[in-house]
């Protein structure tokens, strides 16, 4: 529900609709009445082709569809709004929960049961969604946007960190970013030691231990990289490993 929340907060026009069994064996996607004015907004007709902009995707890609109206024989409905082509054939699977929106003419789309969205937190998953807007649509945003950041109240549950665990860690690592072939010389903070940062190699959302051998002691760069980057899931195997060989030499 968190996931779902932060994505439409990005957009004033989506429509969200779950992918039939029906819309993938025909090759017909029904649209819902927020999706047909979706497109409406997008200055669409029946008859036209465009471009979906499909968003989280580790490459920015765009799928070719169509908006039309057909009867669906047998069906005894009445005439309905679809999208086919390469959006249904290729890119969407039943069960698919499809998030479409607008903005000025342009189509986006998100599959919001994607199991990365799903593990990561609702701050990664908007910075994710944003990445992949237009470079226009970001300036414009940016230059309407106002000077004062607003102020916000928010309930929410988290984990609560033991922090011996985490210093235990950092003491562990005497200084030197546990993260192979590393290179960061630490900085000194202000407690006069080399500052580094407690991570779970495995999340605690994920059912992670908040236990030594679960903590490693990064650099900023590389506790970073375990959150951001494109290949934090092979960077998070190669910490896992390194960590445990220290686990067994201490």
């Not at 903070?189 to 231990?209: I, M, Q, R, T, W």
């Amino acid at each position: 529900m968190m996931i779902k929340k932060t994505i439409t907060s990005i957009f004033t026009n989506f429509g969200i609709k779950v992918v039939s069994k029906t819309d993938k064996s025909k090759g017909a996607y029904v649209l819902n009445n927020e999706q047909v004015k979706v497109l409406e907004a997008a200055g669409k007709k029946p008859g036209d082709s465009f471009e979906v902009n499909i968003l989280g995707d580790k490459n920015n890609i765009f799928i070719k569809a169509t908006y039309y109206h057909s009867e669906r024989k047998g069906s005894g409905r009445s005439v309905e709004p679809r999208m086919g082509t390469e959006i249904i054939s290729r890119w969407l699977n039943r069960g698919d929960e499809l998030f479409i929106a607008n903005d000025g003419g342009e189509i986006f789309a998100i599959k919001l049961n994607d199991n990365s969205f799903l593990v990561s937190p609702p701050e990664v998953v908007k910075s994710r969604i944003i990445s992949g807007l237009p470079t226009e649509l970001i300036k414009r945003r940016a230059k309407s946007a106002p000077r004062k950041a607003r102020k916000t109240t928010q309930t929410s549950e988290s984990y609560v960190r033991n922090p011996y665990i985490i210093e235990a860690a950092k003491r562990r690592a005497g200084g030197i970013c546990e993260m192979p072939d590393c290179t960061y010389k630490a900085f000194i903070a202000e407690n006069g030691l080399p500052y580094l940062e407690g991570h779970h190699v495995k999340p605690l959302s994920e059912g992670g231990d908040d236990a030594t051998d679960n903590v490693a002691a990064l650099c900023p760069i590389c506790h970073r990289e375990q959150h951001f980057s494109k290949d934090k899931a092979d960077k998070r195997n190669i910490l896992r490993e390194e960590l445990d060989k220290i686990i067994k030499k201490s």
